[in-house]
């Protein structure tokens, strides 16, 4: 099946070359995934769900996960915490709940978590030095060794590094075993399930510029230069309005990926609503799907309600199990089979280009929907003062053009790269007022933001 994209790729190539009638008879028999998990599986990838053992009596609940997703994750079915409840004694009741009910679905297994500073049963929080590291090494060989042959990867180590501008390891009881505790936790693993693919997995690793993810990264490349059994980087990718999706998120992933490890997005979840939550969840899927060892996308939960952040409806499923538009704009990407640049919002940590003002009016660009060959754009015109009319231009580079417009009356210069935008109608802005109008640009590879200029009369 992944000779879809390959199909179409080529079909486009065909078409430019004036013998596409053939070609395109091939791309219409290709019948698109209509499921979230064969849309991702035409493209080579896997899509995901977090499941939780309580929950498998609801058939809402199990119908949309059985129909969308072909990869468990347990919730926390298989956490230190519930594994290992009391030390030396393992329960694996609720998480063998979650495999069953998957493998007897057809689905692989995401193991979820081997180490961990959170979710530790009390009898391991209380302790400490070569006793705990033992414990943890222990824990780390049992439960991987029950669930040998069984799971597709073990997120073996979890959230390991510091938030914030340090780049460094979280303190932990576990860190102050000795800086080694995470590399021996992933040879344990790899004695234990040598066929498990073995991952790193952390949140706030998305957005490559910041110290964070620099700290992971520096890790895995020393991991993989030293031989230490890592086959994978697991993102959390938790998003919300203080935390958005990262413009820059393909480039985190290729970068790990360039190490030599797989990379997955394995919690995904995005707080918000509508189109907005739409285009970010777009922006993921792109940004995977631009990743060739980028494997599979998981959400942490099939419907709001099901969410450890409900109030924030981040998932993409309603809490009556309807689709959300979130999870049309996710099956239409994977359809698409397109990887593209570009996360959601732009990187808060980058500059927006600044507005530029004319005598008296304002223009502000800001991106809007991205596809493989085209992105569209809106700029908004905000009158400084009175304005009875308005002009605004838009310069695109010479690779780019613009292949449509809204709201808006264009010309364009002799070379075609300069658009003048005129109102459609009446020009008149009160002080503060705004309007807006929209383009697209077939971007010929270069996603460098138009130039937008205005003036007012
Ligand atoms: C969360 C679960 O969703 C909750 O039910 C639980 O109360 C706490 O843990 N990072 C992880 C996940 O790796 O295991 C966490 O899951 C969410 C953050």
New binding site residues.
């Given amino acids: 099946m992944k000779r879809t994209t390959k199909r179409w790729r080529a079909s486009v190539g065909a078409a430019v070359a004036g013998i596409g009638i053939l070609a395109a008879t091939a791309l219409s028999a290709q019948a698109a995934g209509s499921t979230l998990h064969a849309a991702a599986s035409d493209q080579g990838r896997y899509f995901g769900t977090?499941i939780?053992a309580g929950k498998l009596g609801d058939s809402q609940y199990t119908t949309i996960a059985d129909r969308e997703f072909g990869m468990i994750t347990a919730?926390?079915e298989m956490?230190m915490d519930a594994t290992e409840p009391q030390q030396g004694q393992f329960n694996f009741s609720s998480g063998d709940r979650i495999l069953d009910w998957a493998t007897s679905h057809g689905k692989r297994v995401r193991g979820?978590?081997l180490a961990?500073h959170?979710?530790q049963p009390g009898w391991m929080q209380n302790m400490s030095g070569s006793q705990l590291r033992q414990a943890m090494l222990n824990h780390v060989t049992q439960v991987a060794t029950h669930y040998k042959g069984k799971v597709y990867a073990w997120?073996v180590v979890?959230?390991a590094y510091a938030d914030g501008s340090s780049g460094a390891r979280r303190d932990s009881n576990l860190q102050r075993t000795g800086n080694d505790w995470i590399e021996a936790a992933f040879r344990a693993a790899r004695a234990a399930d040598p066929n498990a693919k073995l991952c790193y997995?952390d949140?706030n690793t998305d957005n490559w510029s910041h110290a964070k993810t620099q700290g992971v990264y520096t890790m895995v490349k020393d991991f993989k230069a030293r031989g230490v059994p890592i086959d994978c980087v697991g993102f959390?990718a938790?998003f919300n309005s203080g935390n958005p999706v990262p413009n820059n998120y393909h480039e985190t992933l290729q970068h790990f990926a360039d190490l030599g490890v797989d990379v997955q997005i394995?919690?995904l979840d995005i707080e918000g609503s509508g189109s907005s939550q739409a285009e970010q969840y777009q922006g993921v899927t792109q940004a995977c799907l631009a990743v060739s060892r980028c494997t599979g996308i998981t959400v942490?939960?099939v419907r709001d309600s099901d969410?450890?952040r409900a109030s924030g409806t981040p998932l993409l499923f309603d809490g009556n199990g309807q689709k959300k538009a979130a999870y049309t704009s996710v099956l239409n990407v994977l359809n698409s089979g397109e990887g593209v640049p570009g996360g959601g919002d732009p990187d808060p940590g980058e500059t927006t280009p600044p507005p530029t003002g004319g005598s008296g009016c304002t223009a502000t660009y800001s991106e809007g929907q991205k596809w493989g060959d085209r992105f569209n754009g809106t700029v908004t015109v905000t009158a400084n003062g009175n304005i009875s009319s308005w002009t605004s231009t838009v310069t695109v580079s010479s690779s780019q053009r613009i292949s449509a417009t809204w709201n808006g009356t264009p010309t364009w210069d002799s070379s075609g790269k300069v658009m003048t935008m005129r109102p459609a109608g009446n020009g008149t802005l009160a002080a503060g007022q705004s309007t807006s109008f929209g383009f697209t640009v077939m971007h010929g590879g270069d996603w460098t933001w138009p130039k937008v200029t205005c003036s007012a009369s």
Avoid: F, L, V
Wanted: net charge negative.
């Fill in positions: 977090a939780a919730e926390n956490k979820h978590a961990w959170s979710q997120d979890n959230e997995n949140y959390q938790h394995t919690e942490w939960g969410s450890w």
